[in-house]
């Protein structure tokens, strides 16, 4: 069997949606979306069935003010059922505080591969924020928190451009060992193509366990689903993606938004791999995304819309 076909083998049947759009998605837009809108978006994605959502992050309001109320946001969203999973990001051991007291049960560390773009996101050298990390996610961990992780720019850089693979590699180990369950892997700008994700994944693969990979892209060129694909055919069965196709990082220049969540379900469910989230209701929290920002949003099936085959008597002239 060649190698290609052996990796088709490995699509799994089933893919985690891990959702972005309250906190990626928001924390780029111009306007800020009001708590109340923010919770009718939260519930209309939970009715989509959407079980893991990131709805905020407990950064320095002076830097993203977009998401200024995570704590309020946090402890509204605690009604909802134990089986719905909110996440917020935290950057320091304060975040960590208002995360906690808020009630939330994950949270999400971030940094970056590339020393400047980690810099401009989180005022910190690569080493000092992976020397923090070493205290933040164990005290998370004691408070009973799952931890997540982000590595951001794998696949390429604004200010660096390309980043080697090792040194994701390097990163993303040294988080799992900290004991974060799953390492998300951040095209934040959009660059990734289809072979470098593969080599990517590869790469990663040698180090980390298949079900703590994330792939987290950003669909600046249009490269995102084929990515997905990539990552699937490699065994890959999470994928964070934005409601709308919303997103992008404030401190990334070019960042623009993430792969759309309609996009990337549309994708599964014509493949048969099953995602637990209903379409027509996940378009409709999209239609209410748009509405809250008052302007389109650039997912595809979010402006198409779910595809229905008629029956042939129907559409036949
Ligand atoms: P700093 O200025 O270096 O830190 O910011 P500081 O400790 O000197 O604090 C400055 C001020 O912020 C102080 O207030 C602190 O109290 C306050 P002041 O005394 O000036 O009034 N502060 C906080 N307030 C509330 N909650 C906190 C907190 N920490 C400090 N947790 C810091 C360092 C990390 C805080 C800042 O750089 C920051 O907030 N950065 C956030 C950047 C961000 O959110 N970026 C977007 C998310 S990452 C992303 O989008 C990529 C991703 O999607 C994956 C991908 O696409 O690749 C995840
Ligand atoms: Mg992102």
Not at 79 to 105: K, M, Y
Not at 152 to 173: F, H, K, M, Q
Not at 214 to 220: K, N
């Amino acid at each position: 069997m060649s190698a290609s076909a052996e990796l088709l083998t490995l699509t799994p049947d089933g893919v985690s949606v891990y959702e972005v759009g309250l906190r990626d998605g928001l924390q780029n837009e111009p306007l800020v979306v009001p708590t109340e809108g923010k919770l009718r978006l939260a519930q209309a994605l939970v009715d989509a069935g959407l079980k893991r959502i990131e709805a905020t992050s407990f950064v320095s309001p002076k830097w993203v003010p977009q998401l200024a109320d995570a704590g309020e946001l946090a402890a509204s969203l605690t009604g909802f059922a134990e089986d719905i999973t909110f996440s917020a990001l935290v950057p320091n051991e304060r975040g960590l505080e208002r995360a906690s007291q808020a009630g939330l049960r994950e949270v999400a560390v971030f940094m970056s591969a590339s020393e400047t773009h980690n810099r401009a996101n989180i005022n910190k050298t690569v080493e000092s924020t992976l020397g923090l990390f070493e205290e933040l996610v164990p005290q998370a961990l004691a408070l009973g928190l799952r931890v997540r992780a982000y590595v951001s720019t794998v696949w390429g850089c604004p200010y660096e451009g390309e980043i080697p693979i090792a040194r994701s590699v390097e990163i993303a180990t040294k988080l799992f060992a900290l004991g974060c369950y799953q390492v998300s892997l951040g095209d934040t700008i959009g660059v990734g193509t289809p072979r470098q994700t593969l080599n990517i994944v590869q790469a990663m693969l040698q180090s980390l366990p298949r079900e703590a990979i994330a792939l987290h892209f950003h669909d600046t060129r249009g490269t995102a689903l084929a990515n997905v694909l990539m990552g699937l055919e490699c065994g890959i069965s999470t994928f964070d993606s934005s409601v709308g196709g919303l997103g992008g990082c404030p401190y990334a220049p070019g960042a623009s938004g993430n792969l759309a969540t309609e996009d990337l379900v549309y994708m599964l469910d014509g493949m048969g791999v099953s995602t637990g989230v209903a379409l027509e209701p996940l378009v409709a929290a999209g239609t209410l995304a748009a509405q809250l920002l008052g302007r389109k949003l650039p997912g595809k099936v979010h402006q198409a819309g779910p595809f229905r085959l008629r029956p042939f008597a129907q559409t036949s002239r």
